[in-house]
């Protein structure tokens, strides 16, 4: 697709269930990036891949947190046993390239999964 | 460490007005710098971004931004603001060297600043 599309659009689970959410990037960019939006803040880092490798998860809150990107293109974020704090924007980006000088081309973002642990 | 300020959660101008939209930043070395809009319910839409070069940058929907190295500032800036211009405008950060435990591409984002145009 023309775009970054992220699904589903609103999820909502109890607290303690599992929840996936998905990313498909454009396609051919290397580089995929999950951000968390908490209300009224900015988006935060999660995690990086430069195509199937996770490079980056220093952001990830705690190992309930999970992403893969099994084949280099779209990306599964998994959180386990949600919590009432987990509910927040995610957001995947995406860019063409990788490397010290490939993000000069920028990012495109998805429009987000909106998340709400009740 | 890396960060970004945006010292106004708000602004509020009137349409026709010019309107500017604060940004400070810390990295170490060189910055990549960027703006994004985000419109209720959608994703981070690019506004300009600057590389190298000219400090004055020029972005989609009449939009500019100026660089100040000394200051460490990027203002986004407007001569004539819009109506559908009010939305959440966020500023982003990339730092260029590589720093201990930071990605590379990663972005440093503000905590966004609301902008709001009246008629």
């Known amino acids: 697709g023309a775009g970054v599309s992220q699904s589903p659009r609103y999820k909502v689970a109890k607290r303690g269930q599992d929840v996936a959410l998905r990313c498909d990037p454009i396609?051919?960019?290397?580089?995929l990036f999950w951000y968390q939006q908490a209300l009224g803040q900015g988006p935060e880092f999660l995690t990086y891949?430069?195509?199937?490798?996770?490079?980056?998860k220093s952001g990830l809150p705690s190992d309930r947190f999970f992403a893969e990107r099994p084949e280099g293109s779209v990306s599964t974020l998994k959180i386990q046993r949600t919590q009432q704090e987990d509910s927040a924007v995610y957001l995947c980006?995406?860019?063409?390239?990788?490397?010290?000088?490939?993000?000069?081309?920028?990012?495109?973002f998805g429009s987000g999964t909106r998340l709400t642990v009740v | 460490a890396q960060s970004v300020a945006q010292p106004e959660d708000q602004v509020n101008v009137a349409e026709g007005n010019p309107l500017t939209v604060k940004c400070t930043y810390s990295v170490s070395g060189n910055p990549y710098l960027f703006w994004y809009v985000q419109y209720p319910n959608r994703g981070l839409q690019f506004l300009l971004k600057?590389?190298?070069?000219?400090?004055l940058v020029k972005g989609s929907y009449g939009f500019e931004a100026e660089f100040n190295k000394s200051q460490t500032s990027f203002h986004l800036k407007k001569p004539s603001a819009l109506v559908s211009d009010s939305a959440l405008y966020f500023c982003a950060v990339r730092c260029i060297l590589a720093v201990s435990g930071s990605t590379l591409g990663r972005l440093y984002f503000g905590r966004g600043t609301q902008l709001t145009v009246w008629p």
């Open positions: 980006a995406s860019s063409l390239a990788g490397g010290s000088g490939g993000f000069s081309y920028g990012y495109t």
């Open positions: 396609s051919g960019h290397v580089s």
């Open positions: 600057y590389i190298t070069g000219d400090n």
């Open positions: 891949f430069q195509n199937e490798a996770q490079l980056d």
